[in-house]
C-alpha cells in the first residue's frame, strides 16, 4: 500500500495526478483498508464431486414414471412397488410414491474420499443430526441441513436401493 501512495504523490508532484483525483483515489484506499479482511475460505467438511440423484414424491409413481421415461427417454434402472430409480447419466432420478402432493424427498450428492465414520463425525461437528432410519451400512447416510432438505451423501458411483425388485411388466 505504501508503494501505491508513493507513486501517487509523484505522480501528483509531476503534474500527472490532479488534487482532486489525488484526494479520492487516497479516500477509497483509506476506505478500503478500513473494511474488515475477507477471511479465507475454509476447506470444506466435505467434498460433493457428483449430484448423485434426486428423489421426488408422487402421488401416481406409474404416471410420473412413465413421463420421465417417455419424455426424457430415462431407463427403468431398479423398482420395487413403491419406487422408481430411472438412469439418468451416472448418476439417476428417484421416484417414490407417498400420499400427498407431489415433494422433494432428498437430494444426493457423491463424495470425493467417502469413509462413512469420518463424514458422519464431520456432519455431527456442524451440529447435524444423522437421519433416523439412515442406512446403517457404511454406504450412505442422510441429514438434515440447515433449511430443513434432506441431504443423502455417499461415494460417487452409489447405484441405489430400492429392496425387493418386482419383475417389469411387458406390454
Do not use: C
Amino acid at each position: 500500500m505504501q508503494a501505491i501512495v508513493e507513486k501517487m504523490l509523484t505522480d501528483f508532484e509531476r503534474g500527472a495526478l490532479s488534487r482532486r483525483q489525488l484526494a479520492a483515489t487516497l479516500t477509497g484506499l483509506a476506505a478500503a483498508a478500513a473494511l474488515p479482511a475477507t477471511p479465507a475460505l475454509a476447506a470444506p467438511s466435505l467434498k460433493a464431486i457428483t449430484l448423485n440423484h434426486v428423489t421426488v414424491r408422487v402421488p401416481d409413481l406409474q404416471k410420473t414414471s412413465k413421463f420421465y421415461q417417455e419424455f426424457f427417454g430415462m431407463k427403468l434402472a431398479q423398482h420395487s412397488e413403491t419406487i422408481h430409480i430411472l438412469s439418468v447419466g451416472e448418476g439417476f432420478f428417484g421416484i417414490e410414491q407417498k400420499p400427498g402432493g407431489a415433494a422433494l424427498d432428498h437430494y444426493d450428492f457423491g463424495l470425493e474420499g467417502w469413509d462413512a465414520k469420518a463424514m458422519r463425525a464431520k456432519v455431527a461437528a456442524h451440529g447435524l443430526a444423522i437421519t433416523p432410519g439412515s442406512r446403517g451400512d457404511d454406504e450412505s447416510f442422510k441429514f438434515n441441513d440447515p433449511d430443513g432438505f434432506v441431504v443423502q451423501v455417499n461415494g460417487p458411483k452409489y447405484t441405489g436401493h430400492v429392496g425387493v425388485d418386482v419383475p417389469v411388466k411387458k406390454g
